[in-house]
């Protein structure tokens, strides 16, 4: 079975840094596509960074130059590095992955283009 499970989520003060962690089990290099999505409270998730197979990465326009997403194979493991923190990212945090197809345009940043995700971990920033 496959599982994500993500750590690293805190409170912090804005400007502060956070290091994002989502561990993967139950499957090899056979993801392509990886992503951190974010949800306030009465908000909709919204997708925040994807890195491809080729870990080629995107990040939705809010968190350009202040978050950084990467990947250790080896670990099979996904961060996001988050870095100038402000009060609006504040949110859960969810990782997910989609092991059999990178999509584009519009889909980058879906949540339906993901079809495993983990249960989330909470970032919180205080101004």
């Known amino acids: 079975q496959v599982q994500l499970v993500e750590s690293g989520g805190d409170s912090v003060e804005a400007g502060g840094s956070l290091r994002l962690s989502c561990t993967g089990s139950?499957?090899?290099?056979?993801?392509?596509?990886m992503a951190w999505f974010r949800q306030a409270p009465g908000k909709e998730r919204e997708g925040v960074a994807r890195?491809?197979?080729?870990?080629?990465?995107i990040y939705t326009d809010s968190v350009k130059g202040r978050f950084t997403v990467s990947r250790d194979s080896a670990r099979n493991t996904l961060y996001l590095q988050m870095n100038s923190l402000k009060p609006e990212d504040t949110g859960m945090y969810y990782c997910a992955a989609n092991r059999y197809a990178c999509y584009s345009g519009s889909q980058i940043l879906a949540p339906s283009a993901y079809n495993i995700w983990g249960q989330g971990t909470q970032v919180t920033v205080s101004s």
């Open positions: 139950g499957y090899t290099s056979s993801t392509q596509c």
């Open positions: 890195l491809d197979y080729y870990s080629r990465s």
